[in-house]
């Protein structure tokens, strides 16, 4: 006698996406952003590292356009603002510090991030990836003002 395998749909069901990350994907995650944060806060940061907080904020952004979080778009702005000066500050061998001064405008969004990696569905998470996704291939210099408007 065989046994009929249940035939599995290509596309996770809507009950899944509709829930928040497992604790361990969340966690992972907010690790690697404290832990970036972490370097470029003690001079051990890079402009590729500092890019990748700059993409934290996007993503942070994008999710709270889902309505998942209260951040005044003015601190987005602010973060932004001083992770560019960061990479902008970076000398020939592209070390990057950011110091305490836009370590107080970081942080917040940092913060936020971490809420909704650990609450949001896994839907708002991936539609700002595909969001980010899309800012990065666009000639824009930020999704911000566009979006403040």
Known sequence: ???????????????????????????????????????CKSWA????????LVR???LTFYV???GYGDTDIARFADAEAALENCILRAGDDETCWIAPSEC???EPI?????????????LALIDAYK???????SSNESPLPQMSV
């Open 110 to 122: 940092l913060r936020q991030a971490d809420t909704q990696l650990f609450l949001a569905p896994r």
């Open 64 to 66: 709270q356009c889902a």
């Open 45 to 52: 940061g890079t402009t590729r590292l500092v890019s990748e």
């Open 1 to 39: 006698m065989s046994r009929r395998k249940k035939s599995q749909s290509a596309f996770p069901s809507s009950f899944f996406l509709q829930r928040p990350l497992d604790e361990k994907t969340a966690t992972e995650m907010a690790l690697a952003h404290h832990l970036t944060f972490a370097a």
């Open 56 to 58: 934290m904020v996007y």
């Open 131 to 137: 969001r980010l996704d899309k800012f990065l291939r």
């Open 104 to 106: 107080a405008l970081v």
